[in-house]
């Protein structure tokens, strides 16, 4: 049998740390990559997450579901149709996607938080005045009457960066949604449409490495984008279940409004370029 020489023992040697080496700079990635390691809710997750105040609301943004459907604002805005500035909302039926926040609704519907949509709220705003804290998803696009009676709340848990983002009208008759003002609609120089604090400033940062809450006016709001953050981060899930009773370190108000024709452009899947 063959003497293991000292040469033998430096290569074993070598490559016992070449691995080790390998195991560590994985798990560095993994862990600030996390975001993207969803991890399905237990039961013990349930119990411990799960909303037991009946006075808390999500408002489903089916608005801007629309929005980003076939025919929507975003042909228009892609120049591939002039006239898609009203577009039908006939079928009203929730298709949740990552533009319309499906990992947030769908963590937090198994939490047993309750939903009603934007057309609740524009039909009948008082109704948000039977909730002690609302959690708004997506709701990028929202008539006057929904943004006024969501910026009149209290307890707002903005959860996505550019909610309140864009006006729009609705017509119950005709069954139709239009852009009223918003992502240069209908001037090149008007991109937040309401001049509220909400910004497109995180709606970019996919990542959320280093993610914050943010102070607003009535409530607070994430600094990133936490589509994916949601599926892992169970401290979000906290922060829902506890505000307003214990409320997050918080970031300072920005009020700087972003111009989004520099930032970058998301499809209907979450593929941004």
């Known amino acids: 049998m063959k003497k293991f020489t000292k040469r033998d023992f430096l290569i074993f040697g070598g490559c016992i740390l070449l691995a080790g080496f390998a195991i560590y700079f994985n798990e560095q990635i993994k862990a600030e990559n996390a975001v993207y390691f969803p991890r399905p809710l237990s039961d013990d997750d349930i119990k411990k997450y799960q909303n037991t105040d009946l006075k808390a609301i999500i408002i489903y943004p089916i608005l801007t579901q629309k929005a980003y459907d076939k025919n929507g604002f975003y042909d228009y805005y892609n120049k591939t149709c002039s006239t898609c500035t009203t577009v039908s909302i006939a079928d009203l039926k929730l298709s949740p996607n990552y533009t319309s926040s499906v990992s947030s609704l769908t963590y937090l519907s198994q939490l ?145 409004l972003v111009n989004v024709s520099s930032l970058p452009k998301c499809d209907y899947y979450g593929n941004c370029k």
């Open 112 to 256: 047993h938080y309750p939903f009603i949509t934007d057309i609740d709220v524009d039909k009948n705003p008082g109704v948000l005045d039977k909730y002690d804290k609302i959690i708004l998803l997506h709701n990028e696009y929202v008539t006057k009457t929904e943004f006024d009676a969501i910026k009149n709340h209290k307890n707002v848990i903005y959860l996505y960066p550019n909610s309140l983002y864009a006006e729009v009208s609705v017509d119950y008759k005709n069954l139709t949604m239009s852009l009223v003002r918003g992502h240069g609609f209908p001037d090149r120089s008007i991109d937040n449409g309401f001049g509220y604090v909400t910004s497109s400033k995180g709606e970019y940062d996919l990542n959320c490495k280093n993610y914050k809450w943010q102070q607003m006016p009535n409530g607070i709001q994430m600094s990133c984008w936490p589509e994916f953050l949601i599926k892992s981060d169970r401290n979000v899930l906290q922060v829902i279940k506890d505000y307003p009773d214990k409320v997050p370190n918080l970031i300072g108000l920005d009020t700087n």
